[in-house]
């Protein structure tokens, strides 16, 4: 916390403030288990910036704004890089079928499954998720503000995020863990997915274009 201006307590409650619920429970659960450290607070952060874009974008009373949903998106939109994961497609797919079952096993309509099915199954898929519903948009730039996107959008309240939430080398563990997804089969990392194109920079490079990008972005590793 160091260096951090200091907050009235009613302010940190409002930045950091989380929904909850058994569905934040029980998706929070399934991340912890699945994720490394690192990658569970770079999820948590995505949920953060993502309502502050939201707050941005003057939809947080639109209809379709669904805090708890948009919450289990993101936390959970890298179970495709965990032990539960089986390493036969490709793992935003394989992430959006496990967050699919902690859904169904709560009991949530099956609208809220495939609403959060589809936001993280194309997570990483650029200008489909903006024509797609407010979830699927919503998770897609809160994760990708997280790598730097948009960056300015959030300035005020980065620090403070970041303290309660730090990178921990994130893009490092995260790539590791999506590259060793992809080894797992062929059809878990099938040409043009972001898992094929990771693999052949590592060997090319020694290292990503994602991670030199967030390594030389504005949040650092």
Not at 5 to 13: D, K, R, V, Y
Not at 68 to 96: N, Q
Not at 102 to 113: F, H, I, M
Not at 167 to 186: I, K, Q, Y
Request: hydrophobic residues 45%; proline residues 6%; negative net charge.
């Amino acid at each position: 916390m160091t260096g951090i201006p200091a907050l009235s307590e009613g302010l940190q409650n409002e930045v950091l403030a989380l929904p909850a619920g058994p569905l934040v429970e029980a998706s929070l659960a399934a991340a912890r288990a699945a994720t490394h450290p690192s990658v569970l607070n770079h999820c948590i952060r995505g949920f953060y910036w993502a309502r502050l874009f939201a707050a941005h974008k003057g939809v947080l009373n639109d209809a379709d704004y669904d805090e708890e949903l948009l919450f289990a998106a993101h936390v959970m939109h890298d179970l495709g890089t965990g032990p539960d994961a089986p390493g036969r497609l490709r793992f935003e797919m394989e992430g959006a079928d496990l967050a699919a079952t902690v859904l169904t096993d709560l009991g949530a309509p099956a609208r809220d499954v495939d609403r959060v099915w589809e936001a993280i199954a194309l997570h990483t898929t650029p200008q489909i998720p903006e024509r797609m519903g407010l979830l699927t948009y919503l998770t897609y730039e809160g994760i990708w503000i997280d790598f730097g996107k948009h960056f300015d959008l959030v300035a005020k309240e980065q620090r403070q995020i970041h303290a309660a939430y730090p990178r921990l080398e994130m893009v490092r563990h995260l790539t590791d863990e999506v590259l060793a997804h992809g080894a797992r089969s062929e059809t878990a990392a099938p040409p043009y997915a972001i898992a094929y194109h990771l693999a052949r920079e590592r060997e090319a490079d020694g290292v990503t274009v994602m991670e030199r990008g967030v390594a030389n972005g504005p949040w650092g590793e």
